[in-house]
């Protein structure tokens, strides 16, 4: 029997630190809900920043909330180059050598970040109950297989196992393109 769970794209987004939040939006602000993500109490606002880099700009990146601990970009690598920069590929919370950038937010205010651009890694979120399922630990690294015209299989996809964690794949907007992924269609584990 095949182990079939749901995809989604990501497409450029921000997490900021409350210090970084008050300095481009305000003292004490509050984000606007759109709507709920993958890890429970994490949801997409309807605010959004313009990210700058060297060569170019990008507005409406999307603000994930609630704060972090760090200021994180993450782009695709499609979205790196018209903003003039080189992020690695790497997990979350992953900063180490990334690039900084200037963010833009409400009302023009600015803030420069000296690290934490990234083009995220295609991952995996899973309950733990769905790990002893489908037989598979955290990090883990799995194949994906995404079917229709323009199928293909998805290496090297990071498995993460938590208890507060949605069954759901998260790639980038250009492995999307590439696969002509629909948001929420049911792909393949391949272990």
Known sequence: MKTMLPIARS???VHL?????????GKDYKFTYIKELTIPGNYACVETVEVVGPKGSIKGAVVVAPSRKYT???VSYTNAAELGLDPPLRESGDHAGS?????IGKDGRKIVIEKG???AHRHLHMHTNDAKEFGVVNGQRVKIRVPGDRGLV???VIVRVADNLALEMHIDMDEGRAANVVDFQLVELIK
Do not use: K, M, R, S
């Open 117 to 119: 651009v990234i083009a």
């Open 72 to 74: 994180q970009v993450e």
């Open 11 to 13: 497409d450029i987004h």
């Open 154 to 156: 998805f290496e090297n």
């Open 99 to 103: 690039p900084g950038c200037t963010l």
């Open 17 to 25: 630190t409350a210090e970084d939040t008050e300095a481009l939006f």
